[in-house]
């Protein structure tokens, strides 16, 4: 299966890259990491770079890992239908005290828009 993941550097978009990481090596996914800005994330984008490129090293798979500039949904999204991604795995949500989930509006944007399966990883 072929797998977009996009990383912001928020801890649930961490999450997100360790299951796709750890999927890819398992299934033998076509994996790439689009890391993205995101406005509400203080981690660096060469930090989360680097995060990247180690958690596929210590997997031992081969996947590309690529910077994304603009609009991080739309090009998210934009990415997935121009390269025919089977998947796109985004970190996000939270549970409120009343059991509502709580989506960014990254993931929020990928979801309501992408063309593809869209997995959301809490």
């Keep these: 299966m072929k797998v977009l993941c996009g990383v912001g550097g928020s801890d649930d978009s961490i999450r997100a890259l360790d299951r796709a990481v750890d999927r890819a ?6 994996l790439t990491v689009a890391v ?3 406005p509400d994330s203080s981690t660096d984008t060469d930090d989360m770079v680097k995060r990247a490129e180690e958690a ?3 997997a031992g798979i081969d996947a590309e890992v690529r910077r994304v500039e603009g609009d991080p949904g739309s090009r998210l999204v934009e990415i ?4 025919a991604f ?3 795995v985004l970190g996000g949500g939270t549970t409120s005290p009343m ?3 709580t989506i960014g509006p990254i993931a929020e944007f ?3 828009n992408a063309k593809t399966s869209v997995t959301l990883v809490r």
């Design 80 to 83: 997935a239908e121009r390269e």
């Design 56 to 58: 596929i090293a210590e």
């Design 110 to 112: 990928v979801l309501l």
């Design 25 to 30: 090596a398992l299934a033998d996914d076509d």
């Design 99 to 101: 059991g509502k989930i």
């Design 36 to 38: 993205v800005e995101n």
């Design 86 to 88: 089977d998947e796109v």
